[in-house]
């Protein structure tokens, strides 16, 4: 049976946890437009499989849409407070491969949505924030599909 995550059910889990590689740039995207697009009630994480660094892209296209990034420095799982939760969504196939080793003995469901590293992108500095806008974008385009309820109960953006 497929995941109500990936399936879109519209029914979303009460804590999800948003992972990849270095939690620099895709989780923390994932991490704050779910906590403005989600009901206050869903906890809502993300990390990383290894340590990284503040990315300003990141919060240079999330001010764009009137987001802001935690102001908190990015964190791997090692350094999670609370492992518990209904969902991880995985952003990069080295974060895929760690959550279904992590969820292995768990009953957690874990759902892959593949998503580009923006850091490869060259060119000029708008070309590189266009590349880091299609990911949010693409974020914004899955939580909304899929983690937003569809029940006749507007979600409201905070």
């Known amino acids: 049976m497929e995941s109500p995550v990936a399936a879109g059910s519209g029914k979303p889990p009460g804590a999800i946890l948003f992972m990849c590689g270095m939690n620099a740039i895709r989780s923390p995207m994932a991490e704050a437009?779910?906590?403005r697009l989600l009901p206050p009630g869903i906890?809502?994480?993300?990390?990383?499989v290894r340590a990284?660094?503040?990315d300003p892209f990141v919060d240079t296209v999330l001010e764009e849409i009137g987001l802001v990034v935690l102001r908190r420095q990015p964190q791997t799982l090692e350094e999670l407070e609370d492992d518990f939760f209904d969902v991880i969504i995985t952003l990069s196939p080295e974060a895929h491969h760690a959550a279904l080793e992590l969820t292995r003995s768990k009953a957690v469901d874990v759902v892959y949505w593949p998503m580009p590293d923006p850091t490869v992108a060259t060119g000029t500095r708008e070309q590189i924030l266009d590349a880091y806008r299609e990911v949010r974008d693409r974020l914004i385009g899955l939580i909304e599909s899929?983690?937003?309820r569809r029940d006749g109960i507007a979600v409201q953006p905070a």
Not at 43 to 48: A, L
Request: glycine share 14%; no cysteine.
């Open 43 to 48: 906890y809502v994480n993300s990390v990383g």
């Open 33 to 35: 437009i779910a906590r």
């Open 146 to 148: 899929r983690l937003v």
């Open 52 to 54: 990284g660094e503040r």
